[in-house]
């Protein structure tokens, strides 16, 4: 079975444009996860869905990211405008039940670049 | 509320053993144990529940004391297969609490 999907794997952009990361979970999986990574930071959580529903977007760190779930198999995360500090490495987990007493699976992650 | 993990760098030869600590401040329900290679995802190692089990599977094997809120990571034997960044990720006694994960701590193990 193919794991979690994410697109792009890379990506650079300027100040001020936007940018949109896409996620697709495991087939099956009712809970997806976006992780923010930095070195200064570590591996923090922006927002998790279960059966679509944002249950826990209190890690968004401001209004210019935005993210959505429209059905079980894609989510996408959206930064307008984006910043130079917004670049990170950006994965996306599913799990089955959600919670954190269930595995978490993680996708290969979007390096994403602004300049 | 982030875990601290300990040591933050470990460096082993080949058939040596470590040992990796994470400590939470608050009780916790679950403790999950993840191995990250050098641009690559975290990859799931192993899940601790409350209970105080212990668990492993091969040579990697892992204990959770509830009382003192600290897992314990054993990496018995280490091959150079276990290089790479290893990382607990904690939640606490609501099960909608978010996993919160540790600062991680970087393994190389050389021939």
């Known amino acids: 079975d193919a794991g979690v999907i994410q697109s792009p794997r890379h990506e650079v952009t300027e100040m001020g444009q936007e940018v949109t990361l896409r996620c697709k979970p495991i087939s099956g999986h009712n809970s997806l996860f976006w992780y923010r990574q930095t070195m200064m930071r570590g591996l923090e959580l922006l927002i998790y869905?279960?059966?679509?529903?944002?249950?826990?977007d209190s890690g968004m760190p401001e209004d210019r990211f935005s993210a959505k779930m429209p059905n079980a198999s894609f989510s996408t995360l959206k930064i307008q405008p984006s910043e130079p500090r917004d670049s990170a490495v950006y994965f996306c987990?599913?799990?089955?039940?959600?919670?954190?007493?269930?595995?978490?699976?993680f996708g290969p992650g979007t390096r994403l670049t602004v300049l | 509320q982030q875990p601290v993990q300990s040591p933050q760098a470990v460096i082993l030869r080949e058939g040596e053993d470590a040992v990796i600590n994470c400590s939470s401040s608050?009780?916790?329900?679950?403790v999950h144990w993840y191995r990250q290679k050098h641009g690559e995802a975290p990859i799931f190692l192993m899940i601790?529940?409350?209970?105080?089990e212990q668990k492993g599977h091969d040579k990697i094997s892992a204990s959770f004391n509830e009382k003192k809120q600290q897992s314990s990571l054993y990496l018995t034997a280490s091959q150079l297969s276990y290089s790479g960044t290893y990382f607990c990720?904690?939640?606490?006694?609501?099960?909608?609490?978010?996993?919160?994960f540790g600062t991680g701590t970087r393994l190389q193990v050389f021939p």
């Open positions: 987990a599913s799990s089955f039940f959600g919670g954190h007493g269930d595995t978490q699976y």
């Open positions: 608050k009780a916790l329900y679950s």
């Open positions: 990720g904690t939640g606490g006694l609501n099960n909608t609490d978010k996993l919160i």
């Open positions: 601790l529940l409350k209970g105080g």
């Open positions: 869905f279960n059966n679509n529903v944002p249950i826990d």
